[in-house]
């Protein structure tokens, strides 16, 4: 039986391509949607995402709630799949 906090693969890349698919960048609570994950496997993601250097995040406020606006630190290859391991 596999592991379940160990992330699908392909979240981190369908990740990176939302949030790349928004010049202006993408809310974290937005991504979260998107992928249909809780918030808590969301935040494994960005933090992978971010050690990576792969994304950038920046504290916002939205609505009343404190968000994070994330943006891809440079512009990414349509057919690379650069992190298809857990988190």
Do not use: W
Request: net charge positive; charged share 30%.
């Amino acid at each position: 039986m596999a592991d379940s906090s160990v992330l699908k693969p392909q979240l981190p890349d369908r990740a990176l391509e939302f949030i790349g698919s928004k010049k202006e960048g993408l809310l974290q609570s937005e991504l979260r949607k998107l992928l249909g994950i809780e918030s808590s496997k969301c935040s494994k993601i960005v933090s992978k995402l971010m050690s990576s250097g792969l994304i950038k995040r920046h504290r916002v406020s939205t609505r009343g709630y404190r968000t994070y606006l994330l943006k891809l630190t440079a512009p990414r290859p349509r057919d690379s799949h650069v992190l298809n391991h857990s988190v």
